[in-house]
């Protein structure tokens, strides 16, 4: 059968053994690249199930584990890949793009004056009509009190130090961030190719 045959197919899979009600939403894989480690952490890398599949007819991953679960045609049937791995490396960027969520990620989603993590905007440290400059060094997480309390001032003449002075990141540090921030589920046969801080069953 041609390869564009089989993926054509892939598209009307359904589940085998399985309750066709359920939606099969519920089983991504988990995409590693091709060193074994996760393409991100935050937000993890997860792919669509037929994504996943068709990506094994293509020929540019390989299944690395399986869920329970299986899809299938007339004439052919495969288990929904859980874990895949790439089969050439994506070297990521060194430096992240400069976003509300990468620069709220840095800041551990937690305003850098008070700590808390309610009602989170941004500050210019050195605000703008002084020449602050919109920058990974001069950007902050602030909480809307926070912001509104510091107003257009420093945070010397605010008296408002702040909790860890704003640095560019680079991508391996934000990745670092994102692991301790681990989705409300993991899979079981994601466990073993991620490493958060997460109490391991007996």
Known sequence: MLKAELIERAARFRSASEDP??????CPALVLN???TPLSYYPLSLWPWQTAIKAVFLERVDIVASYAREVHSPSWTMPIPSVIALRQYVKPSEFPA?????????????????????????DHVIPRRLGGRTSWENVATACSPCNLKKGGRTPKQAGMPLLIEPIRPTSWHLQERGRAFPPNYLH???????????????
Request: glycine fraction near 2%; proline fraction near 2%.
């Open 188 to 202: 079981e046969t994601w466990r073993d190719w991620l490493y958060w801080d997460v109490e391991l069953e007996a």
């Open 21 to 26: 009600s359920r939606n099969l939403s519920d």
């Open 98 to 122: 400069f976003t509300r969520f990468n620069l709220f990620l840095r800041d551990r989603f937690t305003c850098q004056y008070c700590g808390s993590p309610h009602n989170l905007t941004f």
């Open 34 to 36: 091709a060193d074994y």
